[in-house]
């Protein structure tokens, strides 16, 4: 039985895909081996409140390695939005092309001077290929927009426009081999509170939040009613799972 209050413990979801022909693809990058070695204040500030855990084996280069990967095998990274959890891995594979929302680009250099903490832009300061995914060209997708990355390679992989909890975020779908899909909403939804849980099963309990009922959902980008239809109509062919989810984490890396 799970206690009342849940223990906070830091997750970054990141998926590893392997194409048929074009290496690795790496969905969304958590944080980088300099955001251990010579984290800033922001990030400091940010690990501690977050609870990260200060073990640089976590960073998905080190998880690349550990699979007996070369990191160059990492061609592509997609990511979800650009916030300091999501990015920090991007200096960690400076040969890779990245793979961002047109708004989500553009949309960083006009952020709020109250939310630019969140954005590192030491991230990006090696000068990333980036790929620019642009909404109108987006095919249907259960009923989402997508927009298709990388269409010549197998599996398909989409970027599902999910703005608002940055300007361009986006969630990433992904079919694998048995034509089940894996839908990593970014931080489109959280099971951390009530509002934001998209799954709402029986017997789930929710931790304490500083935010309230009303903001969380908007907070997020207010797609969580969206996104419960999907759970509900195609639970059964999409697998749904927010980056800091830890009970779908748990479930998946089993």
Not at 61 to 82: C, K, N
Not at 168 to 178: K, Q, Y
């Amino acid at each position: 039985m799970q206690p009342p209050i849940r223990r906070l413990e830091a997750v970054a979801h990141c998926l590893l895909i392997e194409t048929d022909h074009d290496g690795l693809i790496l969905v969304d990058s958590g944080y980088g081996l300099a955001d251990y070695n010579t984290p800033g204040l922001a990030l400091r500030l940010f690990a501690t409140a977050c609870f990260v855990p200060c073990d640089p084996a976590e960073t998905a280069i080190r998880q690349v390695e550990a699979l007996g990967f070369d990191p160059s095998d990492v061609r592509d990274i997609i990511l979800t939005h650009l916030h300091l959890d999501h990015s920090g891995g991007l200096p960690d594979f400076p040969h890779a092309r990245v793979h961002v929302s047109r708004a989500e680009y553009e949309g960083v250099r006009d952020v709020p001077l109250w939310m630019r903490w969140a954005f590192a832009r030491q991230h990006w300061d090696h000068g990333p290929d980036w790929v620019l995914h642009d909404k109108d060209d987006t095919v249907d997708w259960f009923g989402f927009d997508a927009i298709p990355v990388l269409p010549q390679l197998s599996p398909p992989i989409f970027l599902i426009p999910l703005h608002g909890h940055t300007p361009g975020h986006c969630g990433v779908a992904v079919r694998r081999e048995d034509m089940r899909w894996l839908f990593h909403m970014g931080d489109a939804a959280s099971r951390l509170h009530r509002a934001t849980d998209v799954h709402q099963l029986p017997g789930q309990h929710y931790g304490l939040s500083p935010m309230p009922h009303g903001y969380a959902a908007r907070f997020l980008g207010n797609h969580i009613e969206r996104l419960r239809a999907l759970y509900r109509e195609h639970g059964h062919e999409v697998t749904l799972f927010s980056s800091h989810d830890q009970t779908s984490f748990r479930e998946l890396a089993a």
